[in-house]
């Protein structure tokens, strides 16, 4: 069975501060990876997704994500954070023999102050 | 191209009433999920489908009915609503393909008193 463990429920940052939200999972095969990001009042949307080749991937927004498959992790990264940012984060893993299927975390809400 | 609709966005039922989801798509998508989001629970899958005719039970099925007679129509159906079911329901769909995408609907916020 495939899981996904995120380690911080609420973040609260300043413009500017850079973000790092923790995503791991557990799986004994290929993974495929997302994150996806809810806007207040709005519906989930892919933030970005790994599923093979470089490790570090770029999402919308100045979004990247690393893969570090020896850590079982997938953590969202942004540099310098916006107010437009606050919003409720997902990461999400699909197992190679899950297709379609895939069970998410339990959520990072992040506030950013202006 | 109106992608993911679902309806109604709001509802209100009292104990043991029923009520119908529907969740429609033109994405032309073979696969379609149903998901119901609490509070510091994140997402957690109620029922799929991976075609149409075709449904299998997610993570949290029970008090739960689907049905998926139309391949752009997947249906989420409660027979008997208990106050434990108040949720935001999430309908989404992909291709299929473990490497694809979820599109999701806008959610309906259901109250069961």
């Known amino acids: 069975a495939q899981s996904v463990s995120q380690h911080n429920h609420h973040v609260i940052l300043s413009e500017a501060a850079s973000l790092e939200l923790g995503c791991n999972y557990s799986y004994g095969g290929t993974v495929n990876l997302f994150w996806y990001v ?77 | 191209n ?30 379609m999920y149903w998901y119901r989001q609490d509070p510091g629970m994140g997402l957690r899958l109620i029922h799929y489908s991976v075609g149409e005719g075709t449904t299998a039970k997610g993570e949290v099925p029970d008090g739960y009915n689907v049905s998926r007679l139309k391949k752009q129509n997947f249906l989420l159906g409660l027979e008997s609503a208990a106050p434990s079911q108040t949720s935001v329901y999430f309908c989404a769909t992909s291709s299929g393909s473990k490497a694809d995408t979820q599109y999701f609907g806008p959610g309906t916020r259901l109250t069961v008193l």
């Open chain 1, 38 to 114: 809810q806007y207040p009042g709005q519906h989930l949307q892919l933030l970005l997704k790994y599923f093979s080749g470089d490790p570090l991937v770029k999402g919308i927004k100045g979004f990247e994500a690393e893969f570090i498959k020896s850590k079982f992790s997938f953590n969202l990264r942004k540099p310098s954070v916006q107010w437009s940012d606050t919003a409720e984060y997902f990461c999400a893993v699909n197992g190679d023999t899950n297709a379609g299927k895939s069970t998410f975390g339990d959520g990072t809400t992040l506030t950013v102050k202006p």
């Open chain 2, 2 to 31: 109106a992608g993911v609709t679902q309806t109604p966005k709001f509802r209100v039922l009292k104990t043991g009433q029923s009520m119908t989801l529907l969740c429609a798509q033109d994405m032309n998508h073979e696969y």
